[in-house]
Structures are given as C-alpha cells and as structure tokens.
C-alpha cells in the first residue's frame, strides 16, 4: 500500500508541475505575442525542433 501511494503521489506531482510549467510559458508567450517582445522568436523553439525540416 506504501508503494503504491508514493507512486500515485509521484504521479500526480510530475502532472501538476508539468502542467504549471506548460501554462506558464503559454501565458508568457501570449504575452510576449502582444508585446511584440524578443520571445517571438524563442517561444516556439521546441516546437521548431520538431516542425521545421532540418537543411541536410
């Protein structure tokens, strides 16, 4: 019973603070959308390393 609470528990932390982090940089870069900011261009870094075709 121990072990499976601690891993419930554990669960449950990595999807809260996942969770937290994604909706923090969503805010951020809205935010930085209507600033008209320089996190324009570093918002979607992570999305570019798996959308933009890599130059061979």
Do not use: H, K, N
């Amino acid at each position: 019973m121990g072990v499976a609470t601690f891993f419930i528990f554990r669960l449950i932390f990595y999807i809260l603070f996942y969770f937290l982090l994604f909706w923090r940089v969503l805010i951020w870069s809205l935010y930085e959308d209507r600033q008209g900011g320089p996190l324009v261009l570093m918002r979607p870094t992570c999305l570019r390393l798996f959308w933009v075709p890599r130059p061979r």
